[in-house]
């Protein structure tokens, strides 16, 4: 299966400052990546499909000027929290889906915002 | 809407068997999924189901009734190392996955 490598594994940052987190295909190359973000006890939530070469896909309700995404290669995309603030702590995972049968996951970021 | 449902928690005994359900509503079908996830780690994909029927690998199973929008995770010969969240998830007919909240496994000894 695919590799998939993210990166920080946990930050934490001041609120109002903002954050990167990378997600990188290491064997697969992905013309398609999701940025999930998953609050305690709580389902993975899709924020948008990220696609290579041109803007993302944000999903209802997620602000696409907060969370700027970047998929400029065929392995590596990037979601960065603009201004962020402690409600956006949180558990974001980016994925990989090869074919239509499964998807790689990142190991995740743990964002604390203080 | 699209929903998934499936328990919040449960409990088994080191050794055992158990049953994880997951009934679902979606907008098309395209294949169910279930991950394991232990806390503060991404998931790990265990199986997909597209047809009806029973999937087996290893000391887990997975069963399909696209008919009745059900499936469930069998796990067998319970291990400590099991204890997880298990995370149910249908692709829909636009190919996009509707993930369910979760079922929380606590195996005791």
């Known amino acids: 299966g695919a590799v998939v490598s993210q990166h920080p594994s946990w930050v934490i940052c001041k609120s109002g400052t903002s954050v990167k987190i990378e997600c990188r295909s290491l064997?697969?190359?992905?013309?398609?990546m999701f940025w999930y973000r998953q609050f305690p006890k709580q389902s993975l939530m899709l924020m948008a499909t990220?696609?290579?070469?041109?803007?993302?896909?944000?999903e209802q309700g997620v602000e696409k000027d907060k969370f700027l995404i970047n998929h400029a290669s065929l392995t590596l995309s990037t979601l960065t929290v603009t201004s962020a603030h402690p409600e956006d702590s949180s558990f974001y995972i980016c994925?990989?889906?090869?074919?239509?049968?499964?998807?790689?996951f990142g190991q995740g970021t743990r964002l604390t915002v203080v | 809407g699209q929903n998934i449902d499936q328990p919040t928690e449960m409990t088994a005994t080191e050794g055992a068997i158990v049953q994880i359900n997951c009934t679902y509503q979606t907008s098309g079908f395209n294949g169910l999924f279930w991950y394991q996830q232990h806390a503060g780690e991404a998931p790990t994909f265990l199986s997909y189901n597209v047809l009806d029927g029973l999937e087996e690998k290893g000391r887990f199973s997975s069963f399909l009734s696209r008919s009745k929008g059900y499936s469930y995770l069998l796990l067998k010969e319970l291990q400590m190392k099991d204890s997880a969240s298990y995370l149910c998830?249908?692709?829909?007919?636009?190919?996009?996955?509707?993930w369910g909240a979760g079922t929380k496994l606590i195996i005791k000894p």
């Open positions: 998830a249908v692709m829909d007919s636009n190919y996009q996955l509707i």
């Open positions: 990220s696609n290579e070469g041109s803007k993302a896909t944000y």
């Open positions: 994925s990989v889906r090869a074919g239509d049968t499964e998807a790689f």
């Open positions: 064997d697969f190359q992905a013309t398609t």
